[in-house]
């Protein structure tokens, strides 16, 4: 089974970049404008095990709220940020994300800076095909949110 990155971008153009990347890096990609529709994605597909999302969108919530409410119900699941505008300062980023500003180059997904596998993992699908690191849930069976705290 081919591993599954949700791509979230609210601007089509935007989003076409990292979804050809993540395509051509051989994962099997999921598109979502917004966080109900990611959210919506994640729920149906058991094989996505990274979420790569813009921090401003329109919806019921951002970016950097989707990305708690992910931690926090898939916790197995990877996520990096990206955004145009400020970084979010290191304690607003749910516990193991990696942060992209925009414009950004695809090809440093797959190269984490030193000392930081966390985004590296993620392109290269080490960390993706591997054990959840969560030992209440199976990424096929999400966990409800309280689970893992």
Not at 14 to 37: H, I, K, N, Q, T
Not at 54 to 62: E, N, T
Not at 108 to 121: E, F, H, M, N, S
Request: glycine share 10%.
């Amino acid at each position: 089974m081919r591993v599954g990155v949700l791509v979230v971008e609210d601007e089509f153009l935007l989003r076409m970049d990292p979804v050809e990347f993540m395509r051509d890096a051989g994962f099997r990609v999921y598109e979502a404008s917004d966080a109900d529709e990611a959210i919506a994605l994640l729920e149906e597909h058991s094989d996505i095990r990274a979420v790569f999302t813009d921090i401003h969108m329109p919806g019921s919530m951002d970016g950097l709220r989707l990305a708690h409410y992910v931690r926090g119900r898939w916790p197995p699941v990877k996520l990096i940020v990206t955004s145009g505008q400020a970084k979010p300062r290191d304690e607003d980023l749910p516990a193991d994300c990696g942060y992209f500003g925009k414009p950004y180059q695809l090809s440093k997904v797959t190269d984490p800076p030193a000392g930081d596998d966390r985004v590296g993992q993620v392109a290269s699908g080490r960390a993706l095909t591997g054990s959840t690191g969560c030992g209440c849930a199976g990424r096929d069976r999400p966990a409800p949110p309280s689970a893992c705290r």
